[in-house]
């Protein structure tokens, strides 16, 4: 009969326990919001400051020119050295998908949420179908050129024999290599989407600037367009230093930034264009005229 008492204690810590839990669970989120919070500010901030992108641009070009010195100086063997290795695999080769479906979402998010207009916010994702067709056409360029200034050679022990065959699909159906020049179709994505993304991140600053809605969802969702962003200059950097030669890379990383200029840089600050990022989402302000 004197259970009573110690089923009630039992009773009386489980409910502290479960009590203590929720406060736990409770600090924690407020922990991750205000980190949320803090780190979408602050990157918007230094995303949105023209100067830090045009410091940006001079990072990329240094990157793609002065890179390439630091294969001298890393261990050759280490895992991002290898064509499988799982980034080069599940990233750069589909590095177009990746920004595609991260920053959609983004665009998406900003500009219904900015104007709750459909007709605007599918104008400002049309500039991702752009971004499609010019990767699209910049790789059927690039097999152009490779099959234009290839020859078909075939791989003997004593070296490489040249053969008279005129294309590429003729070469590889006898079981022979096409060589020819290459350009560097990873870095020229890469630096494309790095290009890209960064213009279009950009907006988020004055976005918040104007007090629109950003709650929990559209700033996880920057800080993830922002931590690709940082992937793509991390792989871009490990594929000029173990991959490709050296002018393959260059002129790979040059028709991505021309790419950058003829659309971002020029076609969209035009009015029959899919227009610029961040244009028609904030309301301008009136000019006041003082009468004497």
Known sequence: ????????????????????????????LWV?????YFGSEQAARLLGSPCLRRLYHAWLAAVVIFGPLLQFHVNPRTIFASHGNFFNIKFVNSAWGWTCTFLGGFVLLVVFLATRRVAVTARHLSRLVVGAAVWRGAGRAFLLIEDLTGSCFEPLPQGLLLHELPDRRSCLAAGHQWRGYTVSSHTFLLTFCCLLMAEEAAVFAKYLAHGLPAGAPLRLVFLLNVLLLGLWNFLLLCTVIYFHQYTHKVVGAAVGTFAWYLTYGSWYHQPWSPGSPGHGLFPRPHSSRKHN
Do not use: D, F, N, Y
């Open 32 to 36: 991750a919001s205000a980190l949320l």
């Open 1 to 28: 009969m004197e259970r009573g008492p110690v089923v009630g204690a039992g009773l009386g810590a489980g409910a502290r326990i479960q009590a203590l839990l929720g406060c736990l669970v409770k600090v924690l």
